[in-house]
């Protein structure tokens, strides 16, 4: 299973992920508490281990800003976690050959079984929020998931086929309680890993650990 971490915003950061390399790490070009700026993202980008792949996460973002960072080689994926419908993303992939993740902020059977016509490259499913876009840290009810692909959806099944992360209030401890009828490609995550809103080397270590035994 793959692993992501979520929201760097340092240098100190970027030293504790090429310690114990994760597959991806996203910067964050929206919202307030983990947004950096094109400049920093350039910066940690040229110390980020080549053996990680960098992810850009934007919100409702003008595709003239994400194409400028794919270009620039910022990023190599591209996470869309707004509002971003299909009009959005099929313009985006005219602009982009970098992958599209659609985060689905999880909602219902219903919500779900909509999004997954969406044509991007892979899914990342999130705790939905009143307040924000993120999730805030807090899990969703995983049945939700469950319910949608433990069936073969013939209108949906290209999209059932579509690699998928699961986000949402997971640490070391709580991934192992991840419903075991759900297979996702990888796992996010950002606070889980924090203390006092900074990445923390040890939560870093034991959340990897603990994903590697994920089956």
Known sequence: MKTKICGLKSLREIEIVNKYTPDYVGFVFAGEKRKIDEEVAQTLRRELSRDIKAVGVFVNEPLERIAKMCEKNI??????????????????????????????????????????????????????????????????????????YKE???????????????????TAQSISLLDNRLKPFGVDVSSGVEISGQKDEEKVREFLLAASKVS
């Open 152 to 170: 073969d959806l013939s209108q949906v099944r290209e999209g059932l086929q579509k690699p998928y992360f699961i986000a949402g209030g997971l």
């Open 75 to 148: 990023i190599q994926l591209v996470q869309l976690h707004g509002d971003e419908d299909r009009d959005y993303i099929n313009a985006l992939q005219s602009e982009v050959e970098a992958p599209i993740i659609k985060v689905i902020r999880v909602q219902s059977v219903n919500q779900i079984k909509e999004a997954l016509t969406l044509p991007c490259d892979y899914f990342l499913y999130d705790t939905y929020s009143q307040h924000s876009y993120g999730g805030e840290g807090k899990r969703f009810d995983e049945m939700i998931l469950t319910e949608v």
